[in-house]
């Protein structure tokens, strides 16, 4: 079992950057595949960005490739989601989350560990 704890949300404005931290506790942390998620208020939570348990690969939705980038440290049982020139659209709670499977995971609901989510908020 892992403890997820996301930081590093916030507000900010269009255009500008931030940069969400999630500290896991508990089993190993690389043997986790680990994934960033997103949810607005009434709508579905939507896969943002995944990284493989050694972080050589990546995968991005389409919304947020070329200005998203999800990286991790194994020592320091930390992923990160750096975010960059951030849209209005970008505004929603984000979640870290984490899975056993052996490779990145892009089905929101079949990860099986999650943190309590981080509010990003972009304004205009």
């Known amino acids: 079992q892992v403890q997820l704890v996301e930081s590093g949300g916030g507000l900010v404005q269009a255009g500008g950057s931030l940069r969400l931290s999630c500290a896991a506790s508990?089993?190993?942390?690389?043997?986790?595949?680990m994934g960033w998620l997103r949810q607005v208020s009434g709508k579905e939570r939507e896969f943002v960005a995944g990284i493989n348990r050694n972080g050589f690969k990546t995968y991005y939705a389409d919304s947020v490739k070329g200005r998203f980038t999800i990286s991790r440290d194994n020592v320091k049982n930390t992923v990160y989601l750096q975010m960059n020139s951030l849209q209005l659209e970008d505004t929603a709670v984000y979640y870290c989350a984490a899975d056993p499977a052996t490779s990145i995971v892009t089905t929101t609901w079949a990860y099986d560990y999650w943190g309590q989510g981080t509010q990003v908020t972009v304004s205009s």
């Open positions: 508990g089993r190993a942390f690389s043997s986790y595949v």
